[in-house]
């Protein structure tokens, strides 16, 4: 479970400061998938990046199974298992998704169970098991890529920032599959059917947060929320 206190992130702004997250407070649960949604710039990827550690909130403290986690490393978090997957993913050359399914779940897999994690994500494995993991592989390819090595790391708080972006709608249902019972999953989305697939949902407005329940409640809402790119079914 992570909870949120009196979260702020401000940055320098010319001669002032500019306030990105203001005051959010908000529990993710065990065994519940909840979504962050908001127009672009609402502060959906900074909140993820501060409870991984990738920057550190202004003020506030983010706690992770009761224990206040506000000033430990991005490394520690990840050992406590904490886990993120981009929204854009970064590459590598010179190492294969093998190896980097290896490095991830740190055991050295068999090519079956390597191959389970790429299949979650609608990956064809055999394809792609031995390629290296850079730049030419298509921008949905990185994607999906990125979201298997997200899985084998076996996370008990796993965040995905925008799981379904450059992923075509054919495979995109495919994408339910990623989801274990008893985690933690915040997942930072636009897309309808990943919301209603959500058990909760926070909605983001200008750096707080505007709304806050069950995602029944929320979508039905969400126009008046002014999420203008959410609805797209
Ligand atoms: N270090 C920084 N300096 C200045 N502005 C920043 C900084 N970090 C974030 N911002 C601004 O904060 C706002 C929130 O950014 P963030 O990436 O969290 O948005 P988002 O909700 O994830 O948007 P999107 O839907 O486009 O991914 C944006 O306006 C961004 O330009
Ligand atoms: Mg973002």
């Known amino acids: 479970m992570i909870e949120l206190r009196h979260i702020y992130y401000k940055v320098k702004d010319g001669d002032g400061e500019k306030t990105i997250l203001n005051d959010i407070n908000c529990t993710f649960s ?3 998938i909840t979504a962050i949604t908001g127009q672009n710039g609402s502060g959906k990827s900074t909140l993820t990046k501060i409870i991984v550690g990738i920057i550190a909130p202004t003020s506030g403290n983010i706690f992770f199974n009761g ?3 506000t000033h430990t490393s ?3 978090r990840a050992k406590m298992g904490i886990t993120y997957a981009f929204q854009q993913p970064i590459t590598f050359r010179g190492i294969t998704i093998k ?3 290896d490095i991830a779940s740190k055991e050295d897999n068999s090519i ?3 191959c389970e994690y790429l299949s979650k994500v609608g990956i064809c494995a055999k394809d792609y098991i031995n390629r290296e993991f850079d730049k030419t592989l298509s921008g949905g390819e990185q994607k999906r890529i990125e979201l298997a090595l997200t899985l084998a790391k076996k996370g008990e708080c796993v965040i995905f920032d925008e799981p379904e972006a450059g992923i075509d709608l054919w495979s995109f249902d495919r994408l339910n599959d990623m989801f274990e019972k008893n985690v933690c999953y915040i997942v930072v989305s636009h897309q309808t059917r990943l919301l209603k697939r959500a058990d909760k949902i926070l909605v983001l407005e200008n750096g707080t ?4 329940g069950d995602s029944k409640e929320i979508i039905n ?6 999420c203008r790119r959410v609805g797209e079914e």
């Open 112 to 114: 079956p169970k390597a």
């Open 209 to 212: 947060v505007s709304a806050y």
């Open 30 to 32: 065990d065994d519940c």
């Open 74 to 76: 991005i490394d520690e």
């Open 99 to 101: 190896e980097l399914i």
């Open 67 to 69: 224990k206040d986690i």
């Open 221 to 226: 809402n969400l126009q008046s929320y002014q």
